[in-house]
C-alpha cells in the first residue's frame, strides 16, 4: 500500500470514537499504574498475575477495536480503490501480532 494512503485516516474517527478509545487507554494506564503499586507493596503474586492478565484483556479488546475501524473504513476504502490485496496483507500482519 502506498505511504500516502497511511498518512490520515480514509474516515477520521469521531469525536466520540476518539474518546471511547482514549478513556479505554486511560483506564488501563491506572491498571496498570495499580500493578505498580501492588508490586511496591509486596503484593501477593498471584494477585498480580490476575491484574495483569486483565490488563491484557483490555488491550485486546482496545486493539481489536481500533482493527474492526480500520476494516471497516481504511480497508474497505483500499479494496474500493484497487489497492485491498496490500492493505489485507498489511491487516494480516498486524493481526498476526495480536494473536501472539
Do not use: W
Not at 491506572?30 to 498475575?49: A, H, P, T
Request: hydrophobic residues 35%.
Amino acid at each position: 500500500m502506498e505511504n500516502h494512503l497511511r498518512d490520515q485516516p480514509v474516515t477520521p474517527r469521531t469525536d466520540n470514537e476518539k474518546q471511547a478509545l482514549v478513556n479505554r487507554l486511560k483506564r488501563i494506564e491506572g491498571q496498570v499504574r495499580g500493578i505498580q503499586k501492588m508490586v511496591e507493596e509486596d503484593r501477593y503474586c498471584v494477585d498480580i498475575l490476575v491484574q495483569i492478565s486483565a490488563i491484557n484483556a483490555a488491550l485486546k479488546k482496545a486493539g481489536f477495536s481500533v482493527a474492526e475501524r480500520h476494516t471497516k473504513h481504511c480497508v474497505s476504502h483500499a479494496v474500493k480503490s484497487g489497492e485491498g490485496d496490500a492493505a489485507i496483507e498489511e491487516l494480516m500482519d498486524v493481526m498476526k501480532q495480536f494473536s501472539k
